[in-house]
């Protein structure tokens, strides 16, 4: 049973994809897959987790494997996490200076159009 969704939507400034559900050992690698196609060199792209419920250790290894791919292309990655994200996050030490984060998606749109 998958209990990910994941919807790309291309914006004007970076790409942006929108993850609703639970992310896992089961799900991770669609995320992966989904973060990698749409970081095209130079290419921002924002990772709105605000719909995630749920983020195993997978799911850190995840982000932290898509933001240094971004890196090494030259793109910026931006998470705008969920509270139970950003928890998991705060809980592990992934910091806003290992991974960008965002408070929210307008604050991270904002942010690309300065």
């Given at each position: 049973?998958?209990?990910?969704?994941?919807?790309?939507?291309?914006?004007?400034?970076?790409?942006?994809?929108?993850?609703?559900?639970?992310?896992?050992?089961g799900s991770s690698?669609?995320?992966?897959?989904?973060?990698?196609?749409?970081?095209?060199?130079g290419r921002p792209?924002?990772?709105?987790?605000?719909?995630?419920?749920?983020?195993?250790?997978?799911?850190?290894?995840?982000?932290?494997?898509?933001?240094?791919?971004?890196?090494?292309?030259?793109?910026?990655?931006?998470?705008?996490?969920?509270?139970?994200?950003?928890?998991?996050?705060?809980?592990?030490?992934?910091?806003?200076?290992?991974?960008?984060?965002?408070?929210n998606l307008e604050?991270?749109?904002?942010?690309?159009?300065?």
């Amino acid at each position: 049973m998958n209990l990910l969704k994941i919807t790309a939507e291309p914006l004007e400034s970076c790409n942006l994809l929108a993850v609703a559900g639970e992310v896992d050992l089961g799900s991770s690698p669609a995320l992966r897959q989904a973060v990698e196609q749409r970081l095209e060199a130079g290419r921002p792209l924002l990772l709105d987790l605000t719909a995630v419920t749920f983020l195993d250790s997978f799911g850190i290894r995840i982000l932290l494997g898509c933001a240094k791919t971004a890196e090494t292309r030259g793109a910026k990655f931006t998470v705008i996490p969920s509270e139970a994200v950003a928890r998991v996050l705060e809980l592990t030490g992934v910091t806003p200076e290992i991974i960008d984060i965002a408070e929210n998606l307008e604050a991270a749109l904002r942010e690309r159009t300065q």
